[in-house]
Each structure stands twice: as structure tokens, then as C-alpha cells.
């Protein structure tokens, strides 16, 4: 029987929302009762329901994560854009498994760590807002790089990278910092893209169309051997 742990601790809320959604829910919300005290009701209508969508939009579900050795945990909610070789890439050094992650504004946004490791880099770098389901919005667009270095020196990388409406990337981990698999690190506001870069011979669970969910699916299988560097 599979074994499951909570990578973080239950938020204890029935309906837990991730917290760079406070200001801009409670900003709308403000709007709302502006409009319903001056009686403008199909003003206060709509933006009820816009204030509605953003609460949706930073829902934080707390996921259980398979604890299986070597499993690649998914890190966004979404649908599967890739999943292929590429022989070079500006993350990490020689050929990887690439799998690409997109998600729309009606999934959670929330992006978690998709191995056990130590934080080795991170690479915040400006571009363009390209469409986040074409395949050159991974590296002209504007993104956050992750590079973790696993205990037996496999190097995985997580790329946070923005979208045509998504304007704002947040990462909330730093350079050496310990990390488990499942847990969370930061998210990408109103629509965007999540990119893997594993090595090669990864054995991928998962394939293009399908549908994933951040701390809960397992991507695929890391070959076991020693890589250290």
C-alpha cells in the first residue's frame, strides 16, 4: 500500500486561501460594499462575482503527497503541454526530461516542490508575456528558475514562468534552504505555466493532454545512481 505525509501542516480551514490573495480579495471586497451602500445593485452584482472568482482564484488546498523513493512530485495544478527530451536548456546543464505544466485561471495556483533536496540556485529572470502553452513562453518569457540538488547529487529544476494575463511570480524560498517534496514555495498570479527539467532517463508517468495536481500527482521515477558532483 502506497504511503502518504503532509509535506506541510494542515491549514485547519475549510476553505484556505494562499496569502498574497488578502489584499487584493479584501480590496474587492471593499469595492462591493462601496457599490451595495450606494445602491447600485447590478454594479454590486458584478462585483460580487468578480470578488467571488478571486477568492477562488488563491484557494490554497491543503494535498497529502505519495512518499514513494525517487517519485518526482508534481509541482502545479493543470494540464500536461510536454513531456520530452531536450539536449540542452539555460536551467540545467545537458539533456533533460522536460515536462511542461499549464494552468488556466480556474485551477490553483499554488506551486510546490517536486523533490526532497537542498535549494542549490535561483534565477529570477524579466521577458515577455508570450501565451503560457507555446512552447517558447519557457524561456522568453518572464520566469523564476529553481535548482535543487538532491541528497545523491541529482540536479532537478522547477521553472515558474509567466503567462499572458500573469503578472506576478512569487517565490517564497531562498538559496539553501532544505525543501521536501509536496511542499509549497511560492505561485504565479492569474494564469501561467510551470516547467520540469529532470534527467534524461526519468521514467515519466505522465503524458501530454492529461491532467495533474500540484503535491498529489507523481510525474514520473527517477533512475537510482549516484551523480554526485
Not at 137 to 149: D, G, P
Not at 167 to 184: L, P, T
Amino acid at each position: 500500500m502506497d504511503k502518504y505525509i503532509w509535506a506541510d501542516p494542515a491549514q485547519g480551514s475549510a476553505f484556505p486561501v494562499a496569502r498574497p490573495g488578502y489584499p487584493i480579495i479584501a480590496a474587492s471586497a471593499f469595492v462591493t460594499l462601496i457599490l451595495a451602500l450606494i445602491g447600485l445593485k447590478c454594479l454590486t452584482l458584478s462585483a460580487l462575482f468578480v470578488t467571488g472568482f478571486i477568492c477562488a482564484f488563491f484557494r490554497d488546498p491543503d494535498r497529502v503527497t505519495p512518499d514513494i523513493e525517487n517519485a518526482v512530485i508534481c509541482p502545479a495544478d493543470g494540464r500536461v503541454v510536454s513531456a520530452s527530451v531536450v539536449k540542452e536548456n539555460p536551467f540545467v546543464t545537458g539533456p533533460c526530461m522536460k515536462v511542461g505544466i499549464f494552468m488556466n485561471v480556474f485551477n490553483v495556483h499554488v506551486n510546490r516542490i517536486p523533490v526532497n533536496g537542498v535549494i542549490e540556485s535561483i534565477t529570477y529572470r524579466p521577458g515577455r508575456f508570450l501565451p503560457a502553452d507555446k512552447t517558447e513562453a519557457s524561456t522568453k518569457n518572464e520566469h523564476n528558475a529553481i535548482v535543487i540538488k538532491m541528497e545523491d547529487g541529482t540536479r532537478v529544476g522547477v521553472v515558474q514562468i509567466a503567462g499572458l494575463v500573469a503578472r506576478r511570480i512569487i517565490c517564497r524560498k531562498a538559496e539553501s534552504d532544505s525543501v521536501a517534496a509536496g511542499s509549497r514555495f511560492g505561485m504565479i498570479c492569474f494564469g501561467s505555466r510551470v516547467d520540469l527539467y529532470l534527467p534524461p532517463d526519468t521514467r515519466i508517468t505522465v503524458s501530454a493532454g492529461e491532467k495533474v495536481k500540484a503535491g498529489s500527482t507523481i510525474i514520473g521515477y527517477l533512475k537510482k545512481e549516484d551523480v554526485s558532483a
